[in-house]
């Protein structure tokens, strides 16, 4: 591992004995700490529900299903996230397309959404779920993308994956007050942990109930919803194909712990991403753009370099790796990945997600970076574009 990676996870002496407290405990698995922190979760984003998941690809897949996403529809996200954005919408069966993204913030365009809506309504292929991605931490334009919702019927799935602690228009990020369903990462790198898992938010009790289900295999427990006599206080019942996307009360646990210093950790985040503004000033750099109507979590410090060849961006990237500087390419663009070029894909179908992973990279971020950390990484950033 680099000396400085890209992202890490930061681990306190209560986080470790939260999770004591659990092993000491009588639950391991589905005990009273899993409802409590998907509580405490749904409370710190403003949401009605939350539904704690093994990943947050886990809750996206459920989310879809809960959201009636099927063959034959339509799920569009952007080309700049990781994959499980788009693949939620093949477990489903659905037709998976893109919208390109603003080259400044590199979130999905709400101008490139609605012109392919526009697109779309003529050719009878409107969305039955549209996946707005929030980059590094920061909103997406939920406003215009929940008023177009309403106009073209799509229902709007928020994959909050790197944002939570963020704030859009002075709410948190994740109490869907223009979206159906919130999701949540907490993958080690992300901004708190569980370890690994994800959590759906919602303020639709039939949505909540649904991807409860969903992710322990479809079983129903509550004697007044079964559909044929109780045997016994043993009976349950499987209602449709679900799944085993639990999450244990161990990783819960943990990430109770870590909610308690969310603030401190996105606070903390943004200094360290306001010190990149300075460092990086006269560096023929941009930092992608947090909009202003957003406070970010800061997942990632994002950098674009400027008036350079690909061949160039890949001599800096392995020259920062080369000096154990771990950066990162946040993301490849999917469309270009060989199984959706299979599914008819190819170069230039979004060319600012495509122009995008020619000069961007990943700074190392995380609680703990010291600002002579963040010099380290500018100083030899600076040599190599130099060169």
């Not at 092993?23 to 005990?31: A, E, H, M, V, Y």
């Not at 999701?183 to 992300?190: A, I, R, T, Y």
């Not at 160039?312 to 490849?332: D, K, N, P």
């Not at 959706?340 to 170069?347: D, T």
Request: aromatic share 8%; glycine share 8%.
């Amino acid at each position: 591992m680099p000396s400085l990676p890209y992202g890490r996870q930061t681990i306190s002496e209560a986080d470790i004995a939260a999770v004591v407290e659990v092993l000491r405990s009588q639950f391991l698995t589905q005990g009273p700490t899993v409802p409590a922190f998907e509580q405490a979760v749904a409370d710190k984003v403003g949401a009605r529900y939350g539904v704690a998941v093994n990943s947050a690809t886990s809750a996206l897949h459920i989310a879809c299903l809960a959201l009636g996403l099927g063959p034959g529809d339509h799920l569009w996200t952007t080309p700049i996230t990781f994959v499980a954005s788009a693949n939620c919408g093949h477990y489903c069966g659905a037709v998976v397309d893109f919208v390109d993204i603003d080259p400044c913030t590199g979130l999905m365009s709400v101008a490139a959404l609605g012109q392919k809506l526009q697109q779309s309504e003529r050719d009878g292929t409107l969305p039955k779920v549209v996946v707005p991605v929030h980059l590094t931490g920061s909103s997406c334009d939920m406003s215009a993308i929940g008023l177009m919702a309403e106009r073209y019927g799509f229902a709007v799935l928020e994959d909050a994956s790197h944002a939570i602690g963020g704030c859009y228009q002075g709410k948190p990020v994740g109490c869907c007050r223009y979206s159906s369903i919130s999701v949540f990462s907490f993958h080690p790198v992300k901004i708190i942990t569980t370890g690994e898992g994800g959590l759906a938010a919602t303020n639709d009790p039939k949505l909540s109930q649904r991807m409860a289900e969903l992710r322990s295999h479809g079983i129903v427990r509550e004697p007044e919803r079964f559909r044929r006599p109780a045997a016994g206080p043993w009976m349950y019942e499987q209602h449709e194909l679900g799944y085993n996307y639990r999450i244990t009360d161990l990783q819960a646990a943990l990430g109770l712990s870590q909610l308690q210093r969310l603030d401190q950790i996105v606070a903390e985040r943004n200094r360290q991403l306001e010190s990149y503004k300075r460092f990086l000033a006269d560096l023929p750099v941009q930092l992608l753009k947090v909009p202003d109507d957003v406070r970010s979590s800061v997942h990632l410090a994002v950098i674009r370099l400027l008036n350079v060849t690909p061949e160039h961006h890949r001599h800096v990237f392995e020259g920062l790796r080369a000096a154990e500087i771990g950066v990162q390419l946040h993301y490849s663009p999917v469309h270009l990945q060989p199984y959706y070029r299979v599914l008819g894909f190819q170069e230039g179908d979004f060319p600012e997600a495509e122009a995008y992973a020619t000069n961007a990279i990943s700074l190392p971020l995380y609680p703990g970076l010291q600002e002579q950390d963040q010099l380290r990484v500018v100083r030899t950033l600076e040599s190599l574009l130099m060169a």
